[in-house]
């Protein structure tokens, strides 16, 4: 290589380097102007979401908004959650206490004295609790789970697995 070929190689690697800065400079710029609004979006919304909450009767209906009609149905907002709980304390509040699955199935096996598989008490359960409708995964880890705490007995007979109270 020769110096002049090496001189013209070197400036080619430098105007390319203040054309990638440039360009990163100017995204940063969109980037910033995005935040920005993003930010005032978020605010907008935590006013929205203060205001709605205020509106909220003492018993957890909704009373009715200003400006909405007596006969239209009041409409409780959707809420999101904050910090780490909060999604399901707010869940919570919303509707009316049902019993934890975990309840529902130490009451099902307490019925019978012999083990049960997770199937059989899942289909009872669904009988017994039509709204409910956990599926086979979900009674199989809520079963584990108190297999784990020594609510539960596992009795394991080559492939079938059945629950029994402890």
Do not use: F, W
Request: aromatic letters at 2%; a positive charge.
């Amino acid at each position: 290589m020769t110096s002049q070929s090496t001189a013209t190689l070197r400036s080619r690697y430098v105007e390319q380097a203040a054309s990638d800065l440039e360009e990163n400079r100017r995204r940063q710029q969109e980037l910033v102007q995005s935040i920005k609004m993003l930010k005032r979006e978020e605010a907008l919304l935590a006013d929205i979401l203060a205001l709605a909450e205020r509106h909220v009767g003492d018993v957890g209906e909704p009373s009715a908004l200003p400006g909405q009609a007596q006969e239209e149905p009041a409409v409780r907002p959707a809420v999101p959650a904050r910090g780490r709980h909060g999604a399901r304390r707010r869940k919570a509040r919303g509707r009316s206490r049902q019993p934890l699955l975990s309840d529902i199935l130490l009451d099902l096996l307490r019925a019978q004295d012999q083990p049960r598989p997770a199937k059989e008490l899942r289909d009872e359960l669904l009988a017994e609790h039509p709204d409910r409708t956990p599926t086979p995964q979900v009674v199989r880890n809520t079963l584990e789970s108190l297999v784990a705490k020594g609510h539960v007995r596992r009795h394991k007979n080559e492939r079938s697995v059945t629950y029994a109270v402890a």
